[in-house]
């Protein structure tokens, strides 16, 4: 349902941890595994709108990847400086983004069930 704007928020949360990728060949093995599962997670989450309370429970639990991922970048980048300077601005980024489009959709979820209430 592209007219809800947690949607837009989830595409660019999986957006910005695939822009971490660009350094895969530069990445420890793990890491790039973390940022590929942390990635695909928000887009997984996308076709679940007909099911907020999954979709909550995706989104909450993406937040561990993505905060693994910013660590990672972190210790990566600007510990070791083995990656980009600026690529643990992305994963940190896409917890905003990600944290965006739960409450979206718990604000859909507060809706619903207002609108429960006065039937």
Not at 92 to 102: C, F, P, S
């Amino acid at each position: 349902m592209i007219q809800r704007i947690q949607t837009v928020w989830m595409v660019l949360t999986a957006a910005l941890l695939g822009a971490c990728l660009s350094e895969w060949e530069r990445m420890n093995g793990w890491f790039a595994i973390l940022v590929a599962v942390a990635a695909l997670v928000p887009l997984v989450t996308v076709f679940l709108f007909r099911n907020r309370s999954r979709q909550t429970s995706l989104l909450i639990a993406s937040f561990l990847p993505i905060a693994g991922c910013a660590g990672f970048a972190i210790y990566y980048g600007w510990v070791v400086h083995t990656l980009w300077a600026y690529l643990p601005l992305l994963p940190l980024a896409g917890l905003v983004t990600n944290w965006l489009a739960l409450r979206g959709v718990l604000k859909d979820e507060m809706l619903i069930r207002d609108t429960d209430r006065l039937r």
